[in-house]
């Protein structure tokens, strides 16, 4: 067994983690599209693009424009069980997830609706 394949078999344990900030570029353009939200990014390679984050600033630019295209219950648990699916393949057996609740209900959403998806994913 080299190095990669023994880092890979470990258990690993993921401290800290807010769920929002995991979402793939796939995912945030096709709920976008599923919920009719515009994201300032044309394509999923504009995503991808621009995870390469440069400054706090610009981090928050993406992690904002995902949160905001959250607005079902589906949604929260689609995000959700992409990361435990990006958990299972990483062999990752413990995890903190944390959530911003207020994220969501500034724009409308209800708290029991982020809940309901995020429990569901568990
Ligand atoms: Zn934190």
């Not at 570029?25 to 994201?39: D, H």
């Not at 424009?65 to 990752?92: I, M, T």
């Not at 994220?103 to 309901?116: I, N, Q, S």
Request: proline share 3%.
């Amino acid at each position: 067994m080299n190095q990669i394949e023994l880092i890979r078999a470990l258990p690993k344990a993921e401290l800290h983690v807010h769920i929002e900030g995991t979402f793939e570029p796939e995912l945030m353009f096709a709920i976008a599209q599923r919920n009719q939200i515009q994201i300032p990014y044309q394509s999923v390679e504009e995503v991808k693009h621009a995870y390469n984050f440069h400054n706090l600033q610009s981090f928050l630019g993406i992690y904002y424009a995902g949160a905001n295209v959250l607005v079902h219950e589906q949604d929260f648990y689609d995000l959700a069980w992409a990361y435990f699916e990006k958990c299972a393949e990483d062999r990752v057996v413990h995890t903190e997830m944390f959530f911003d609740p207020q994220t969501h209900t500034e724009r409308g959403v209800e708290f029991a609706t982020v809940l309901a998806g995020l429990k569901r994913a568990c």
